[in-house]
C-alpha cells in the first residue's frame, strides 16, 4: 500500500454486493479456530473490562456484573481508582443504586461508608485504570496466575489521541465475540455500507499450536465506505493479546496508528439459563494531519458519533456471535 496516498479515494467501477469476490473459502473454519485457540491460550492474569475510564469523573461509578460475580468501581478519597463486590456487607444491598459522595460510595439502604478500604466485611479487589478502560481483577473467576496489571493494547500516544468507548450486551460467551473478530473475511459481506474492497493479504495458517508458536496477526486491505464511490482504504492488522480481547491496528493509510480494541466481558446468565457477554469496545484515533486539533476539541460532539458508527456494526455482529453460540450450544456448529 502506498503510504502517500490520499486519505480519500474514488472508486473507478462500484462493485454490487452480489458481485463482489466470494470469501468463503479463505475464511477457513480451521484458520479461525486456531486463531481463537491461541488467543485462549494467552494469560489474561485474570483481569476482566469493566467499562470506560471517562464514566468514573467526579462523583461516577462503573457497577457492572462480571462472571456472575456483582463488582463496583469508583475514585475514593484523593482520587485514587477503588474497588470491589457489588453487594453490601450488612444486609446485601446493590451497591450498584448507591451514590458517591466526596469519595465515599453510601450504601442507600442502611448507610453503610465505604472508603475503597476493608470494611464491616468488604474487602476490595485489584483494580486499574489504563486511561480509557477500567479493569478489575477476579482471581475465583479467571483462575489463572495473577497479573500485577491486565494485557493492555499498545495505543496512539495521548494527550494527542480521540477516543469513544461503546458498549453492548449479547446472548453468547466471549469467545463468539472473539471468534467474530478474528474473521475479517466476512466484513465486506456483512456490512456493506462500512467496509468494501476487502482482502486478507496475510493470515496465519491453519496451526493449532501454542500461544507465541510463530507469527499469529491477521493482515487485511480494506477501505472505508464515506459516501457513494468515496472510501477510505487502509491496512489493517488485527490480533488478539488475551483471551477476551481482539485489537485492530490501523497501519497504513489515514489514521495510521488508531485502534480499536474489542473486549468481551463475561456478565453471567440470564433468566433462562442463557450466557450472557458484554463487547466493551474501545477506538482510539489518531492523525498526523494539522485538522485532526480541531478534532480533538470536538471530542464531545464527535464521540456520540464514533459510538453511533460501533453501535452499528455491533448490532449485526452480535447478531453473528449469538448464532454461533446458539450453533454450538445445540451441536449444530460445523467442525
Same mark, same amino acid.
Given at each position: 500500500?502506498?503510504?502517500?496516498?490520499? *486519505?480519500?479515494?474514488?472508486r473507478r467501477? +462500484?462493485?454490487p454486493?452480489?458481485?463482489?469476490?466470494p470469501t468463503w473459502?479463505?475464511?477457513?473454519?480451521g484458520? $479461525? /479456530?486456531? /486463531?481463537?485457540?491461541?488467543?485462549?491460550a494467552? =494469560?489474561?492474569?485474570?483481569?476482566?473490562v469493566?467499562?470506560?475510564?471517562?464514566?468514573?469523573?467526579?462523583?461516577?461509578?462503573?457497577?457492572?456484573t !462480571?462472571?456472575?460475580?456483582? !463488582?463496583?468501581v469508583?475514585?475514593? @478519597?484523593g482520587?485514587?481508582?477503588v474497588g470491589?463486590p457489588?453487594?453490601?456487607p450488612?444486609l446485601g444491598? %446493590?451497591?450498584?443504586?448507591s451514590p458517591v459522595?466526596?469519595g #465515599?460510595l !453510601?450504601?442507600? &439502604?442502611?448507610?453503610?461508608?465505604?472508603?475503597?478500604? =476493608?470494611? /464491616?466485611g468488604?474487602?476490595p479487589? @485489584?483494580?486499574h485504570d489504563?486511561g480509557?478502560?477500567? &479493569?478489575?481483577?477476579l482471581d475465583? !473467576?479467571?483462575g489463572?496466575d =495473577?497479573?500485577d496489571? %491486565?494485557v493492555? %493494547?499498545r495505543?496512539?500516544?495521548? *494527550?494527542?489521541?480521540?477516543d469513544?468507548?461503546y458498549?453492548a450486551?449479547?446472548v453468547?460467551? *466471549?469467545?463468539?465475540?472473539?471468534a467474530?473478530?478474528?474473521? *475479517?473475511?466476512?466484513?465486506?459481506?456483512?456490512? @456493506?455500507?462500512?467496509?468494501?474492497?476487502?482482502?486478507?493479504i496475510?493470515a496465519?495458517?491453519?496451526?493449532t499450536g501454542?500461544?507465541?508458536?510463530g507469527p499469529d496477526?491477521l493482515?487485511?486491505?480494506?477501505?472505508f465506505?464515506?459516501?457513494?464511490r468515496?472510501?477510505?482504504?487502509?491496512?489493517a492488522?488485527?490480533?488478539a493479546?488475551?483471551?477476551? #480481547?481482539v485489537?485492530?491496528? $490501523?497501519?497504513?493509510?489515514?489514521g495510521?496508528?488508531?485502534i480499536?480494541? #474489542?473486549?468481551?466481558?463475561?456478565?453471567?446468565?440470564?433468566a433462562a439459563?442463557r450466557?450472557r #457477554?458484554?463487547? $466493551?469496545?474501545?477506538v482510539?484515533? /489518531?492523525?498526523?494531519r494539522?485538522g485532526?486539533?480541531?478534532a480533538?476539541r470536538? +471530542? %464531545?460532539l464527535l464521540?456520540?458519533?464514533m459510538?453511533?458508527?460501533a453501535g452499528?456494526l455491533?448490532?449485526?455482529?452480535?447478531?453473528?456471535a449469538e448464532?454461533?453460540?446458539?450453533?454450538r450450544?445445540t451441536?449444530?456448529f460445523p467442525?
Open positions: 500500500m502506498n503510504r502517500r496516498r490520499l *486519505p480519500l479515494s474514488l467501477h +462500484a462493485v454486493w452480489e458481485g463482489q469476490r473459502r479463505e475464511a477457513r473454519p484458520v $479461525i /479456530a486456531g /486463531a481463537l485457540k491461541r488467543a485462549q494467552r =494469560p489474561s492474569g485474570n483481569w476482566f469493566v467499562g470506560a475510564s471517562r464514566a468514573l469523573r467526579g462523583d461516577g461509578k462503573l457497577a457492572r !462480571v462472571a456472575g460475580q456483582e !463488582v463496583v469508583w475514585r475514593g @478519597p482520587g485514587r481508582l470491589g457489588g453487594v453490601c450488612h444491598a %446493590p451497591l450498584r443504586d459522595r466526596c #465515599t !453510601v450504601c442507600h &439502604w442502611h448507610g453503610l461508608a465505604l472508603d475503597g478500604g =476493608p470494611y /464491616a468488604w474487602a479487589l @485489584p483494580v489504563d480509557v478502560l477500567v &479493569w478489575v481483577r475465583e !473467576v479467571g489463572e =495473577p497479573l496489571a %491486565p493492555v %493494547p495505543r496512539p500516544g495521548r *494527550p494527542g489521541a480521540l469513544a468507548v458498549t450486551v449479547g453468547c460467551e *466471549p469467545e463468539d465475540v472473539v467474530n473478530r478474528l474473521d *475479517p473475511w466476512h466484513g465486506a459481506w456483512f456490512h @456493506p455500507y462500512s467496509f468494501v474492497d476487502l482482502t486478507v496475510d496465519p495458517g491453519d496451526r501454542a500461544a507465541g508458536d496477526a493482515t487485511v486491505d480494506v477501505s465506505r464515506v459516501a457513494g468515496l472510501v477510505v482504504p487502509v491496512r492488522v488485527f490480533t493479546p488475551e483471551p477476551r #480481547t485489537v485492530m491496528h $490501523i497501519t497504513e493509510g489515514e495510521a496508528g488508531s480499536v480494541e #474489542t473486549h468481551a466481558t463475561p456478565l453471567g446468565a440470564d439459563g450466557p #457477554t458484554a463487547v $466493551i469496545e474501545a482510539v484515533a /489518531a492523525s498526523h494539522p485532526f486539533t480541531a480533538r470536538a +471530542a %464531545p464521540r456520540p458519533l459510538r453511533a458508527a452499528r455491533w448490532r449485526d455482529d452480535l447478531a453473528y448464532r454461533r453460540w446458539l450453533l450450544s451441536g449444530r467442525g
